[in-house]
């Protein structure tokens, strides 16, 4: 009997441990970044099982795009600090823009409080592209210095800082070519105005058929890509791209920033945005408040050794 009574009263408190976890407003969630790219598609995701577990609350996405995420994150301390607005934020974006020195903000100006997950690298070129493996690729950029052209999400971003590892690690000279983010890039190479792309995973899940990926920066093969070689079955050691989260205004209570963490720790451990996670190529992180000073320490040294090597803030 009293086991009985203990698991209807777990079930009659699991709704309301629920609804106590859901915001009492809606939930503004500012993007950094165009419709389209890795950053609005993740929080669609979001969008979607947050309403899923808060049917009473909206997740209303707004876009202050520019400057590679720039714009946003040095405005995102102007906005009320009242637990409700939160802001999309990226690595390595905010540790080398600073660095760099033309962007408003610093590294410390930006409070995430949760990292959701992580998007490695990949090298890509249009289908009709005459260039089928990396090696025709390296050939080719050997062959002509300088002429091949691979776009990329925003400057001093982790599109930019991979252009210039593969080109310093495989003796190449490629030209990097800004986009606002990935959304705005995809048409470009979509119809063959740049060679290539240094991008993310997701964006050649999505444009399979369209893009032939040619390396990627993981441990091992992704499934959904069995025939595309890792950098480091190339021959370098190289396991990197993008981690994803959300920030909130510096005067956001600290209670109201771990309510927001726990939420979006719940959001990545429904079994619906796993799933999504893994259809669109997103690999997810769980790293919420309590984790995030040691976090950020170990990749702002990462980001600052990485920038220095690869020149960024010397140009």
């Given amino acids: 009997m009293k086991t009985l009574l203990a698991t209807l ?10 609804a106590q976890a859901c915001p009492d407003k809606n939930v503004m969630y500012w993007q950094a970044f165009p419709p389209g790219g890795e950053s609005d598609l993740s929080a669609r995701h979001q969008q979607v099982v947050l309403k899923k577990r808060c049917p009473a609350v909206e ?16 405005q995102m301390n102007q906005l009320p600090g009242d637990g409700l607005n939160v802001v ?5 974006h905010i540790v080398f823009q600073p660095i760099e020195g033309t962007v408003q903000y610093k590294t410390q100006d930006v409070q995430p409080v949760f990292w ?6 990949i090298l890509v070129v249009p289908e009709a592209s ?23 999400s925003g400057l001093n971003s982790a599109n930019h800082a991979a252009h210039e590892r593969m080109n310093a690690a495989f003796g190449v000279k490629t030209v990097y070519v800004p986009f606002k983010g990935t959304g705005d890039m995809a048409t470009s190479i979509l119809g063959a105005q740049i060679d290539g792309a240094m991008t993310y995973t997701p964006f050649a899940i999505a444009n399979k058929g369209r893009v032939r990926p040619l390396a990627v920066a993981m441990e091992r093969r992704h499934p959904a890509m069995p025939d595309v070689p890792t950098f480091k079955e190339l021959g370098v050691d190289w396991v990197d791209g993008a981690y994803r989260g959300i920030g909130v205004p510096k005067s956001t209570p600290p209670e109201a920033r771990k309510r927001m963490s726990d939420l979006w720790a719940a959001l990545n451990n429904d079994p619906e945005m796993k799933e999504l996670a893994a259809k669109a190529g997103f690999e997810l992180v769980n790293v919420g408040v ?13 980001y600052t050794e990485g920038a220095a090597r690869l020149g960024l803030g010397k140009r």
Avoid: C
């Fill in 9 to 18: 009263a777990l079930a009659l408190a699991a709704p309301l441990a629920a």
């Fill in 290 to 302: 309590e984790q995030m000073d040691a976090f950020m320490a170990e990749k702002g040294k990462l």
């Fill in 88 to 92: 999309g934020v990226n690595l390595p």
């Fill in 116 to 121: 959701f997950h992580f998007t490695p690298d």
């Fill in 59 to 74: 997740t209303i996405i707004q876009y202050k795009a520019g400057a590679g995420g720039a714009l946003m994150w040095t």
């Fill in 130 to 152: 005459p260039i089928k493996t990396f090696q025709d690729f390296i050939r080719t950029a050997k062959a002509s210095p300088g002429k091949l052209s691979l776009g990329g």
